[in-house]
């Protein structure tokens, strides 16, 4: 459902809490770190659980915080919040401090790292805003061609929204936004839209990513509309799908199809267990003027469609596999790992002899060592496959050296 506050509203709202929040910052409350998160902060980690903490209760929701090591010497300063278990997402190593001044800088830089990636011509979707990777913990600005949305991620960043309102609307329209819009809900909240400048996006564009046309659900899709981190995997395939058929496992809005078409394959496949996800996916077949009925959309689970492939005895020679997050949380690791060596055994035995396999995981809490053991070969049960290349996150998804939690993308070419 979709959902508008108008400006008015937000306004007010912004008032009441923004004088809250002042008083928290002038009055910035000191925590002590225990021994061994001191050095990950002063290293750059964007994190500190709860437990890293000397004392947790005396936390308010989005103070602002003054970082300080059993002695009490600065370590740095970050934003509290008393609900998660990363109790302070650090924002600076001392001697560096918090203020509105050093959000805005932040902001500038993060936006004019990204004019050096992109020309805005052939990729006109790119994530301005990377959060954490960006110092900018939990706050994530994606672009969609003249849009921008952006997500808060927690209540703790939202106390500060009207700073980060201000860094946006200041620096988004130098480089060609007319809109931008906070969007809120999701994860089975309804989604829900606040404009922030020039009122909200149309429900569906057309971006481009290396020249490929690609719909997009502003109002709908998942993540901010779409799955970006995948552009430069999804030019990879295009470049290694001629003369192949293509199945692609999990395809959501045919962005891996449609590059494998464009890139000469003789036939796709898209298996999407979400028959709305097809129709986005012929919308940029379309598009980009390729003529979507002579190939196949398939509603279906993904592990069905295979285990019915592998008795009909169906082959493919490029396969990519990009299935939604299986390890929500560390406990479930295990889990985790033994459904993604399931699938990546039934897609094993389906991939003919000489074929590529794709293998992606946007896991977090599944490290890249751990998801590549779900590819070695007991787990495909074959031996004639080779990682021809491993790769990660994209150049406007910044992550931080010690900050390995953020390389959550894993993406796995095997012949
Ligand atoms: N590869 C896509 C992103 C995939 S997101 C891209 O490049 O944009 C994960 C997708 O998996 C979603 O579209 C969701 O509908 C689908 N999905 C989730 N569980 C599934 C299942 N069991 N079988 C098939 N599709 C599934």
Same mark, same amino acid.
């Given at each position: ?22 008083? @928290? ?14 050095? #990950? ?11 890293? !903490? ?27 919040? #008393? ?22 800088? @932040? ?44 997500? !808060? ?35 089975? /909240? ?11 996006? +149309? ?38 799908? $001629? ?84 390890? +929500? ?5 295990? $889990? ?6 399931? &699938?990546?055994?039934? =897609? ?9 396999? =794709? /293998? ?6 599944? +490290? ?6 779900? &590819? ?21 998804? +910044? ?17």
């Amino acid at each position: 459902m979709l959902a508008q506050h108008s400006g008015s509203s937000f306004l007010s709202t912004v008032t009441n809490t923004s004088s809250e929040v002042d008083k @928290r910052n002038t009055h910035a409350a000191r925590v002590t770190l225990r021994t061994n998160a001191v050095e #990950p902060v002063r290293g750059g980690h964007p994190w500190v659980w709860r437990e890293s !903490l000397v004392r947790s209760d005396t936390l308010l929701m989005g103070a602002v915080v003054e970082l300080r090591d059993e002695a009490g010497v600065a370590i740095g300063s970050g934003i509290a919040d #008393p609900s998660s278990a990363i109790a302070v997402r650090v924002w600076t190593v001392a001697p560096e401090r918090w203020d509105a001044g050093l959000v805005g800088d @932040r902001v500038r830089k993060a936006i004019r790292a990204r004019t050096k990636h992109f020309d805005n011509e052939k990729t006109t979707a790119y994530r301005c805003v990377a959060g954490e990777g960006d110092r900018l913990p939990a706050v994530t600005v994606d672009r969609y061609d003249m849009h921008a949305i952006v997500k !808060l991620d927690g209540e703790a960043i939202t106390e500060h929204r009207d700073v980060i309102r201000q860094a946006l609307t200041t620096e988004l329209p130098h480089i060609g936004i007319e809109t931008i819009t906070l969007r809120t809900g999701g994860r089975g /909240a309804a989604i829900e839209f606040e404009s922030w400048l020039g009122g909200l996006p +149309p429900p569906r564009v057309i971006v481009l990513e290396h020249g490929v046309p690609m719909v997009v659900d502003l109002h709908e899709g998942q993540k901010t509309g779409a799955f970006l981190d995948q552009r430069e995997n999804r030019k990879r395939v295009g470049e290694l799908s $001629r003369g192949c058929r293509v199945l692609n496992l999990f395809s959501y809005t045919g962005g891996f199809s449609l590059h494998a078409a464009l890139g000469g394959a003789s036939h796709v496949t898209s298996v999407d267990s979400a028959a709305k996800a097809h129709a986005a996916a012929q919308a940029s077949f379309v598009a980009a003027g390729i003529e979507p009925k002579p190939h196949a959309f398939v509603t279906a689970d993904a592990f069905q469609f295979l285990e019915n492939a592998h008795r009909r005895s169906q082959k493919w020679d490029l396969i990519v596999c990009d299935p939604p997050s299986f390890a +929500p949380n560390e406990k479930s690791v295990a $889990r985790a790992l033994s459904a993604y060596r399931t &699938l990546h055994a039934a =897609c094993a035995r389906v991939l003919a002899k000489g074929g590529v396999f =794709c /293998a992606s995981s946007c896991s977090s809490h599944v +490290p890249a060592d751990l998801f590549l053991t779900t &590819l070695d070969d007991a787990s495909l049960q074959r031996s004639d496959l080779h990682l021809v290349d491993f790769r990660g996150l994209p150049a406007d998804h +910044p992550t931080l050296p010690i900050w390995k939690e953020g390389r959550y993308l894993k993406f796995a070419v095997l012949e």
